[in-house]
Structure formats: structure tokens, C-alpha cells
């Protein structure tokens, strides 16, 4: 079984930065794994937010965070990260990792969220 929980998440204001970490635990190695975040805002459809391949070379961003937020893993650690730069308040929402053998559009493994506030 797969296990996923994200932290770093908080309180910041807008231009501000954070990194969040998702530490993967499981009976398979999470080098095996597509990997990513995705986000919702209260009153608003879950989306997606960044993804990154199970090599680590190859990453996609939703348009709205391109340029400021960066998606990372290091497999030895069993940890992918989300740096998210220039936030807005618009980026205000639970971020959530999610993790898949192919496709991440139908990820089947999810965290539990961690909290991004972003004021203004």
C-alpha cells in the first residue's frame, strides 16, 4: 500500500515562497511512480497543478503556475517537492500529492492535503 503525506505548507504573503514535501512510503519504491500536486480552493473544483515523471526528467505545469512554481523528487528519499515562488492569492488552496503507476490525471494514490494561504 501506498502512503502519501505532504507538509510545508502555511501562512505566507503574496511574492512570498514555500516548499512543499511529499514523503512517499510504500512497498514499492517510489521511483516506480508519475508523481505530482494538485490543488482546490474552497468553492472551486480539485486541479492540477505540476507532475514529474517517475525519472525525473520529464515535468508538466498547469499554465497559472508556469514560471513560478517548480516541481522536484529525489527517489532516494522517496520525496517530491512543489517550490512555489511569487505566490498570489489566487494560489490559496489544499495542495494535495498524488502519486500513479501511468497516468496522474488518474492518480490512485492521494495525501492527505496540506494548507496554502496566500494574502494579500
Known amino acids: 500500500q501506498v502512503q502519501l503525506v505532504e507538509s510545508g505548507g502555511g501562512l505566507v504573503q503574496a511574492g512570498g515562497s514555500l516548499r512543499l514535501s511529499c514523503a512517499f512510503s510504500?512497498?514499492?519504491?517510489?521511483?516506480?511512480?508519475?508523481m505530482g500536486w494538485f490543488r482546490q480552493a474552497p468553492g472551486k473544483e480539485r486541479e492540477f497543478v505540476a507532475a514529474?515523471?517517475?525519472?525525473?526528467?520529464?515535468?508538466y505545469y498547469a499554465d497559472s503556475v508556469k514560471g513560478r512554481f517548480t516541481i522536484s523528487r529525489d527517489n532516494a528519499k522517496n520525496t517530491v517537492y512543489l517550490q512555489m515562488n511569487s505566490l498570489k492569492p489566487e494560489d490559496t488552496a489544499v495542495y494535495y500529492c498524488?502519486?500513479?503507476?501511468?497516468?496522474?490525471?488518474?492518480?490512485?494514490?492521494w495525501g492527505q492535503g496540506t494548507q496554502v494561504t496566500v494574502s494579500s
Open positions: 498524488a502519486a500513479d503507476r501511468s497516468d496522474i490525471g488518474r492518480a490512485g494514490y
Open positions: 510504500g512497498r514499492t519504491f517510489s521511483s516506480s511512480y508519475v
Open positions: 514529474i515523471s517517475w525519472s525525473g526528467g520529464s515535468t
